[in-house]
């Protein structure tokens, strides 16, 4: 599986963004998709996850109800919606798969396939 994350950007505090995550290569629909984000000088840190079937999703509580995943079946995309996006939520976005239905995975050492990242900067 090859995964491609984009949709990264610059937004002022309070601002919304919508990252994507294309798969190509084998199916995606027989894998658990993560987003996981680092910052500058800190662990990559779990952010949200979907099953494959994209009935059950996982949120780190850093970003419930702020943030919401979801998935594109027929177009083998994962997206990650950010509203209310605080300077804090400022880092590179990555993308990642496994296969099953797990969303309890957050560790970044559970996925074994991942994207390139995407910066996304808040602004105060």
């Known amino acids: 599986v090859q995964l491609q994350a984009s949709g990264g950007g610059l937004v002022q505090a309070g601002g919304s963004l919508r990252l994507s995550c294309a798969a190509s290569?084998?199916?995606?629909?027989?894998?658990?998709t993560g987003w996981f984000r680092q910052a500058p000088g800190k662990e990559r840190e779990f952010v949200a996850a979907i099953s494959w079937s994209g009935v059950s999703r996982n949120y780190a509580d850093s970003v419930k109800d702020r943030f919401t995943i979801s998935r594109d079946s027929a177009k083998n995309t994962v997206s990650l919606q950010m509203n209310s996006l605080k300077p804090e939520d400022t880092a590179v976005y990555y993308c990642?798969?496994?296969?099953?239905?797990?969303?309890?995975?957050?560790?970044?050492?559970?996925?074994?396939?991942w994207g390139q990242g995407t910066l996304v900067t808040v602004s105060s």
């Open positions: 990642a798969a496994v296969y099953g239905d797990n969303v309890y995975y957050t560790s970044q050492y559970d996925y074994r396939y």
């Open positions: 290569g084998r199916t995606f629909s027989r894998y658990a």
